[in-house]
């Protein structure tokens, strides 16, 4: 089992920033893959970002190619997101989640343990 606990969520102005981060617990955390998703009131959740296990991989959303950064390291068995230039349609509850393969870092359902989510609310 893999526990992870995602913070730095909060409440920022149009074109501010934020870094969440991802805190894992449990199995070997630098075993995993590990992607951020996000999920919009009404909407399906979406991938965001994704990094292989030693960081030699980044995939990233269209929607954030450019403003976000994911990061790990392995050593805090922590995953961040720098989200720069935030949008209001960046308004969501923030998800990571671990996966034991790089197979198709998109697909939610090969994720095999998430989060419980942080809210980003972005004002305009």
């Known amino acids: 089992q893999v526990q992870l606990v995602e913070s730095g969520g909060g409440l920022v102005q149009a074109g501010g920033s934020l870094r969440l981060s991802c805190a894992a617990s449990g199995r070997t955390f630098s075993s995993y893959a590990m992607g951020w998703f996000r999920q919009a009131p009404g909407k399906e959740r979406e991938f965001v970002a994704a990094i292989s296990w030693n960081g030699g991989r980044e995939l990233y959303a269209d929607s954030v190619k450019g403003r976000a950064m994911i990061s790990r390291d392995n050593a805090k068995d922590t995953v961040y997101l720098q989200m720069n230039s935030l949008k209001p349609e960046d308004t969501a509850v923030y998800y990571c989640?671990?996966?034991?393969?790089?197979?198709?870092?998109?697909?939610?359902?090969?994720?095999?343990?998430w989060g419980q989510g942080t809210q980003v609310t972005v004002s305009s």
């Open positions: 989640a671990a996966d034991q393969n790089w197979s198709a870092p998109k697909v939610k359902a090969l994720y095999d343990y």
